[in-house]
Nanobody, 124 residues
Framework: QVHLVESGGGSVQSGGSLRLSCATS????????MGWLRRQAPGKEREGVA????????TVADSVKGRFTISQVNAKNTLYLQMNNLKPEDTAMYYC?????????????????WGQGTQVTVSS
């Protein structure tokens, strides 16, 4: 079973930057996509922020496009989310997730494993 541990969250002012990391360990066979999702308020549904698949293809939500970048260093078994020009509306609990590709292009990811999350707070 894949085990995911996020780090790098914190409090920053609007316009600041943070880099989130997700350390991966355990049995990763069958996992061929990963992503970052966030929950902006308790009870609110998690929304996808960015994803990357085994083919290297990335997707980024429109709300963060041009500001957030997802990357992966396989040698370090680590997933990253570089967040620049942060805005108060980016305040959320950020989760790392792993899953299996699906869809006609294989660009969608069905997440089946989640980390515990790391809090990001952006003040104006």
């Amino acid at each position: 079973q894949v085990h995911l541990v996020e780090s790098g969250g914190g409090s920053v002012q609007s316009g600041g930057s943070l880099r989130l990391s997700c350390a991966t360990s355990g049995y990763t066979y069958g996992t061929n996509c990963m992503g970052w999702l966030r929950r902006q308020a308790p009870g609110k549904e998690r929304e996808g922020v960015a994803s990357i698949n085994s083919g290297g293809r990335t997707t980024v939500a429109d709300s963060v496009k041009g500001r957030f970048t997802i990357s992966q260093v396989n040698a370090k078994n680590t997933l990253y989310l570089q967040m620049n020009n942060l805005k108060p509306e980016d305040t959320a609990m950020y989760y790392c997730a792993a899953g299996i590709r699906y869809g006609s292009t294989g660009d969608d990811c069905a997440y089946n494993t989640w980390g515990q999350g790391t809090q990001v707070t952006v003040s104006s």
